[in-house]
């Protein structure tokens, strides 16, 4: 693949490299054809939609694949981004379209999968997390929690991943999410009520 | 908001300094509240925990080699789409040409010359002539021009020569040997057909007639030379 740089004409290196960090003078570089720029983007944001992504469908390929699926169409639709939103805000925008559908279908995998082992692979599909200091109790809760969390509908996890996992504010979210911020804030709170029913019999705790 | 709600918001930490503190006069005799309250608060700090993930493998080389071969599935399909049509294009332009070919060989036919067809050669071969194979042929006209079917007779072994000539000029129970019988047979030839046919008839050169008979000296088929073609059948 062909690769370019774009140096723009009469501006001095300082100046180029200076602009050319705005994820905006990214965009646009790469827009005309300079992916090195839209390099420099992946490796910017491939962490925070992996994230995301893994939060959503909590398994290291499929997380994975939905990050390579949200750059190739960020890539294919750069010229469909506007400005005047955030580019972190588009990505994720993307990868929330094209994550709600990994969930649901890794969402029954994972069913299914269970139930064939007897809830024997239920600790594989938690995650990765590797913290042997943890007490016992906390472990015991916090698996109760990913548990949980995955057991929600895609819906409600998509507001709690963004609200409480990435922390994203509510004007945010509300792009995101295609809705107003007071919509946005809804949504988290009935997914949090939605997520303490969930969790309780998991720890033991009776539902109010 | 309800109690439960209004719980969640202070648990999660959602609530501006003064709405915290409104709650914390209200609620403060409410131990109920205040457990509640902590369950979202350890909810909220476990979730942050969850932020620990396994590092992404993904790497450049492999989001070039996605989005090159999403660009090669995309060129594919548009270029899919205009071969789709190719075969229709080309159907079109195949009947468009066959229908003018076709009409520029019905109308522009060569001139026949006569004695191409004493120059066919006597192949005794089997043809097996689908009974419609001409169909209707047309009737001779001045000047004769041959058609594409007359050609065929003219091309034709003298087998398939006969057959088609005696479907043209066909006379039921007879069958025709050679042109002149065709005048003969043909009680309703017309004067310029029988005008036309007569020379070709006149024309033929001299032909040698081997025979299934052995000359008795020497064994070898005999042969016998003929002036023309006129009064010899062809045929096994």
Known sequence: ?208 | MKKRDQAIQYGFDELSDDEMQTLQARYQSDPEFAKEASRYRKIKHDLASMRDIPECQLSVDRLRDAIFKSEMKSRRGSLGSSITWAPLGTLAFAALAWFVIGKTGSNEGTVAKPTELQNIVAKNDEVVMPPDFLGELPAYSEPYHANSSERIIEAATPRKRRVLLTRRFAVPGKQVHSERDIVALKPDVQPHEQEHLEPLVAKSGPVVVISDDQNSENGAAKANEVETTSHVVFGG
């Open chain 1, 1 to 208: 693949m062909r690769v370019n740089v774009h140096m723009p004409a009469g501006a001095s290196s300082l100046d180029h490299l200076l602009e050319g960090d705005s994820d905006d003078a990214l965009v646009r570089r790469a827009r005309n054809g300079d992916f090195l720029a839209f390099e420099r983007l992946f490796e910017r944001y491939r962490t925070l939609v992996y994230r995301y992504a893994y939060q959503m469908a909590p398994r290291r390929d499929d997380a994975e694949d939905v990050v390579q699926e949200v750059f190739v169409r960020a890539y294919q639709n750069l010229h469909r981004y506007r400005d005047e939103a955030k580019f972190t805000t588009w990505l994720l925008r993307i990868a929330t379209n094209l994550g709600t559908d990994r969930a649901r279908m890794s969402q029954r995998r994972q069913n299914l999968e269970q139930q064939e082992a007897g809830g024997a692979l239920a600790w594989m599909t938690i995650g990765d997390v590797d913290d042997p200091v943890q007490n016992l109790e906390a472990e015991r809760r916090k698996e109760a929690l990913r548990k949980a969390l995955n057991a929600l509908p895609v819906h409600h996890r998509t507001v709690i991943v963004l609200r409480d996992l990435e922390e994203r504010e509510y004007p945010e979210m509300a792009e995101i999410l295609g809705c107003t911020v007071g919509g946005a804030k809804l949504r988290v709170l009935r997914a949090r009520r939605a997520l303490r029913d969930r969790i309780a019999p998991l720890i033991g705790e009776e539902n109010r």
